[in-house]
C-alpha cells in the first residue's frame, strides 16, 4: 500500500497537531515522518517555533498602567470634537517649523485684510437708463440676486462658527 505525504494532500494540520502533542494519530504521522524528508523538515521548522513561542514572554506591565489609561481616557472624554482637533492642530503646529509657518500665515492673512479693507469702495450701480433693452435689466438682476446670496452664506458661516479660539 502506497503511503500518503501530509505535505502534498493538504495535511499539514495534523503535522502541527503532532508537534503540539495533541494528535489522535500520533503513530500514523511519526511512522510517516520516519520515512517522509519534507515531513521531517516541516516538522522540525514547527518544533522549533513552538520552542521560540514558549520562550517568548509578553513585557511586564507597569504598575500605574491603569490609572495613567483611566485618566487619559477621562481627559478625552471630557473634550469636544473640535476642542480635541484643536488641541491636536496647536501640538503639532507648535513643534518644529511650525511656529514660523503659523507666524507666516498670520503676517499673510493681516496683509490680505488690510488690502482688502483699503480698496475703494465699487461705485453703486448706475439706476437703469430707459433706453437700455430688458434682457440687460435681467441679467444686472440675476447677478445682484447671486451677489446677495453670495454675502448670506459667506454671513452664516461666520454665525455658525465658534466663539472662542
Excluded at 475703494?120 to 438682476?141: E, F, G, H, K, M
Excluded at 440675476?142 to 454675502?151: G, K
Aim: proline residues 5%; hydrophobic residues 45%; contains cysteine.
Amino acid at each position: 500500500m502506497e503511503e500518503v505525504c501530509y505535505l502534498r494532500n493538504g495535511g499539514e494540520g495534523a503535522l502541527v497537531d503532532f508537534v503540539s502533542g495533541h494528535s489522535g494519530q500520533y503513530a500514523e504521522v511519526h511512522a510517516h515522518a520516519a520515512a517522509c524528508a519534507d515531513c521531517q523538515r516541516f516538522i522540525a521548522e514547527q518544533a522549533a517555533l513552538w520552542a521560540a513561542l514558549d520562550a517568548d514572554s509578553a513585557p511586564e506591565v507597569a504598575a500605574d498602567f491603569d490609572r495613567r489609561l483611566y485618566a487619559q481616557l477621562e481627559s478625552v472624554d471630557g473634550e469636544n470634537w473640535w476642542q480635541r482637533t484643536w488641541r491636536q492642530m496647536a501640538g503639532s503646529a507648535m513643534s518644529g517649523f511650525g511656529r514660523p509657518v503659523a507666524a507666516l500665515s498670520l503676517a499673510v492673512a493681516l496683509i490680505i485684510g488690510v488690502a482688502i479693507m483699503r480698496q475703494p469702495p465699487t461705485p453703486a450701480s448706475a439706476p437703469v437708463a430707459a433706453d437700455r433693452p430688458a434682457s440687460l435689466q435681467a441679467v444686472n438682476d440675476i447677478d445682484q440676486i447671486e451677489e446677495t446670496l453670495e454675502d448670506l452664506e459667506m454671513l452664516s458661516l461666520f454665525a455658525n462658527a465658534p466663539r472662542s479660539l
